[in-house]
Every structure is written in C-alpha cells, then in structure tokens.
C-alpha cells in the first residue's frame, strides 16, 4: 500500500516456524551433471569462501544482532538434531573445496559455543583444495573464550582468528554486548590467540554513530601500542541485516568519516587489497605500527566482487548475507544423495544467482515486502 513500516514493524523477528518455511525451495534435481570444475555465477563471480554457522546460540545479545527484547528465554533455538553435525559438515565443505572453495570462516551465532569445536577444525583441516591445497580456516568469534581455547584451536589447524569488539570503554562494551561482559577478557583473548599464532589476529569494530563511534580512536590508539602488527583493526559499517536491529541509516557512520577520524590521529597510508574478493579497504600506519581496515557494506557495496556462501547452522545454503532464501542441503545430506549429486546441487545454485543485495539498497528491489524478510545474521552466519 505504500506505507511506511511501523517501527513495530520493522523490529518484528521471523518465527522460527517460519524461517524454516521460508528456508524452503522446490527439490534440486538429483540427476543434473555434477559441475565441471570451477563455479561462476550469473556474474561472473567465482565460490571461494564459505561461510559455516555452527550454532545460532550466543551469549551476548549485541543490539546490532540478537537485541534482548527479542532473543529472551522464550525465544526457540534450533534444537540439537537440527543442526548438521561435525561429519556432514566437514562432507559439504570437502565438496565446496572440490569445486573452488579456498576459504571456510566458522561463524555463529558464537562459534566458540559448539561443543568440541576444535574436532571440527581437525576435520575440516585435513580436506584439500581443487588444487591440492590446504584451506584458509578462520573463525570469527565475540572472544569471550578466546582466552581458554585458542592454544587448542591453533593446534587443531585453525589458522586465524576474527575477534569482534566495539569498543575499549567498558562502559560501552558492556552495553553494546548487553549482557555486562568485560573488555579486559575479550583483551585477553586477543593476547592469547596473538601468542598461540593465530596471526594476523583481525579485530572487529562495528561503528553505531551516537553509540560507540567516540571510541574508535581509542581502541585504534591501545591496539596499535599493544599489540603493533600482529593485530589489524577493522572498521565495519553497521548493517541493515536482519529484521529485529531496527536498523536506522542515521546511525551508520560512512568509513570515510571514520577513516577522516584516524587520520586526525595518526598518518594512514593506503594499501592494495590482499586478494581478489577482499571487503575491507586497507590502510597502514605510516610510522610502520600495523594497518586498519574499512568494510563499507552500506555506503561502498562490494557485491561485484562477493564470492561468499553461507550454510546455515541447519544446512540450508544461502548466497548472500540478506537473502530471505536458503537452499535445503541437509535434506540431501540425510536423504541418502552421493557427493556428485550433492556438487551438482551446488553447482545449478550457484550458476542461477545474481544476488546483490547491497548495490541495490534502497531501489525498489531490495526493498523488503511481498514475502522478502530477511534472515537473521546469528543463524545465516556473519
Ligand atoms: N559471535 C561472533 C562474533 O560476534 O564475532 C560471530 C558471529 S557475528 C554475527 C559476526 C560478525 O557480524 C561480528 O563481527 C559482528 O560484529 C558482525 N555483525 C553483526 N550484526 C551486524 C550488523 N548489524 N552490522 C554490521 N556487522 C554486524
Ligand atoms: Fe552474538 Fe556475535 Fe551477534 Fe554479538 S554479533 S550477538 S556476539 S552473534
Ligand atoms: Fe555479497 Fe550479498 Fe553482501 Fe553483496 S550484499 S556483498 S552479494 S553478501
């Protein structure tokens, strides 16, 4: 009807019930070709990253994602026989790395949350690349158990680590996580996967303008004296994901104010990106102390260049982080499908898509409406 949306609206959370629903697709072909060789899709862009949520479960509740009002105790998470287990997830990704897949990020919800993550971690770091080649697998984690299980996670293959942390105040911090958790144990995580080698360590900083943006230049200042090079702050502008943030386009701080705040404090020099795909813009300190990055979803969309698939915890794979859609590959998982049949169900996804959700913000076609809710990122994986 044209109506603006409520903010009533705009804050509801999908049921559960009907997340499954909307999980759901017509049943891919059994008996397509399995794909030869290499992915691309409708845009050319090649499968290179997946993404792998290994619980929807956290315990934080960061406004941004899982705000309390919404994710309280009578909130339904997905029960453990839903979730794929450690052997059909580790079966999956072997057949997204068969077919171009270099990099597997295990995400949440909190990752660290998964009983026994490191077995995973030994599982999926035995698979190998089209090309014969180890993975790249990194986790990203809010770090508050960083601190007791990173020594563990290097020794199981994980090669880096992705901490999340928005601010250096706790005050703030607290706040923002909404459950009182203390920055000095996220610090502490940090340090300890900074010695075990989980290196470069990236830290996270989502930006909510009038919330923690005072902060930026302190916890760049305390990163860069602490930790130099070993630890590479990132700057993400905050997204519209999800349908519960009650995401406002005021409160997001472009990365070009944020970068304007740094270079007041230090002199920043820009970097070429590190690969193809790369979402955060790279910048060094010129004095030699480290670099910071600027992921820019919102104001500098990258979709050109967006390689990423995301399974969800219960094995539904979605093609981009705001697609109201997934693809059911737990039903082939358990429904008896060979490895080829499961490629090739890969492979027809993957060749129809066109997702672009970020470069068409704000046209009509991204606009949400006639059944496009979005999935939560606790559950599609961030
Ligand atoms: N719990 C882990 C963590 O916080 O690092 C992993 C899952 S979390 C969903 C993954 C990343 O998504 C985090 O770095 C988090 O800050 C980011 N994120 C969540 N909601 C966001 C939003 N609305 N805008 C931008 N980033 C967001
Ligand atoms: Fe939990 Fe990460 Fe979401 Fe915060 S951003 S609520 S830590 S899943
Ligand atoms: Fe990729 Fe979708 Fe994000 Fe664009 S909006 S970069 S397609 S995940």
Known sequence: MGEAASPLQARTVIPLADLRYAAQRPPVPRDAPPPNGLLSDRLGRPLRDLRISVTDRCNFRCSYCMPKEVFDRHYAFLPQ??????????????????????????????????????????????????????LDITLTTNGSLLARQAGALRAAGLKRVTVSL?????????RMNDVGFPVADVLEGIDAAVHAGLSPVKVNMVVKRGTNDHEIVPLARHVR?????AVVLRFIEYMDVGASNGWRMDEVLPSADVRARLAAAFALEPLPPSAAGETAERWRYA????????????????????????????????????ASEGHDLRALLRGGASDAEIAAAIGLIWQQRDDRYSELRGSALAEPGSGQRRIEMHYIGG
């Open 287 to 322: 004095d030699g102390r480290g670099e910071v990055g600027f992921i820019s979803s919102v104001t500098q969309a990258f979709c050109g260049d967006c390689n990423r698939a995301r399974l969800s915890t219960e094995g539904k794979l979605f093609l981009c982080l705001f």
């Open 225 to 229: 004296e602490r930790w130099g090079a």
């Open 166 to 174: 928005d601010a250096l105040d706790d005050n703030v911090f607290q």
């Open 81 to 134: 026989a839903s979730l794929l287990s450690f052997e059909e997830i580790t079966r999956t990704a072997a057949v997204f790395a068969a077919h171009g897949t270099t990099k597997l990020r295990l995400t949440g919800g909190e990752p660290l949350l998964r009983r026994h993550l490191h077995v995973l971690i030994e599982q999926l770091s035995a698979l190998r690349g089209h090309e014969g080649q180890p």
